[in-house]
């Protein structure tokens, strides 16, 4: 029934190591979104995709590679993970890419030792 | 680019009401987002305003000058429930996402 899914919902890894997170949304919309949250709350676009295009690729490491094999999942890939990864990672979706009807995720609370 | 500014913190008591503060600048204004995060849990909507004025919804109102780059939101009958994040948010200059402000910490006491 969730509408926008990501798993996990946390994950604990050590520095170096290459990570997956995934998402999924049920919603039928055509844009997804990866943002990122770091520890003092400051939501921050990483990248949009709208039906598996990208659309938005801001300032991220290329260490971030986004994936969408449809236009109901957009996977997060990180390699080499650094201990300024650590942050929640919140996949949103929206009918169009206006901005307008954001469902967010519940996030994946990542943190690198 | 896009600048938005509101307050971090803010405390108010129950049954107050409490005016959060958003000042922005933008090129291509699509609207003004107002979003909803309680701790530990994602983003929910609360208001969208394109046009100036006033949108009430329930408890909570928000407004918009467009010409001031200005929003406020406004929570009437605080409840404890409500202490939580309170994020502006505007379009991107393409209009292809939305850009979020630092967000405000709203702390109500009883």
């Known amino acids: 029934d969730t509408a926008v899914s990501q798993t996990p919902k946390y994950l604990v890894t050590q520095m170096g190591n290459d990570k997956s997170i995934k998402c999924e949304q049920n919603l039928g919309h055509d844009t997804m979104y990866w943002y990122k949250q770091d520890s003092k709350k400051f939501l921050k676009i990483m990248f949009s995709y709208n039906n598996k295009e990208l659309i938005i690729n801001e300032t991220v490491p290329n260490r971030f590679s986004p994936k969408s094999p449809d236009k109901a999942h957009l996977n997060l890939h990180i390699n080499s993970l650094e201990l300024g990864d650590s942050a929640v990672y919140f996949c949103a979706s929206s009918q169009g890419a206006g901005g307008f009807g954001y469902t967010f995720g519940s996030g994946t609370r990542l943190t690198v030792v | 680019g896009q600048n938005i500014d509101q307050p971090t913190e803010m405390t108010a008591t129950e049954g107050a009401i409490v005016q959060i503060n958003c000042t922005y600048q933008?090129?291509?204004?699509?609207?003004l987002f107002w979003y909803q995060q309680h701790a530990g849990e994602a983003p929910t909507f609360l208001s969208y305003n394109v046009l100036d004025g006033l949108e009430e919804k329930g408890r909570f109102s928000s407004f918009l000058s467009r010409s001031k780059g200005y929003s406020y939101l406004l929570l009437k009958e605080l409840q404890m429930k409500d202490s939580a994040s309170y994020l502006c948010a505007v379009s991107n200059q393409a209009g292809t996402a939305l850009i979020f402000g630092k967000g405000t910490t709203l702390s109500v006491s009883s």
């Open positions: 933008t090129s291509g204004f699509n609207g």
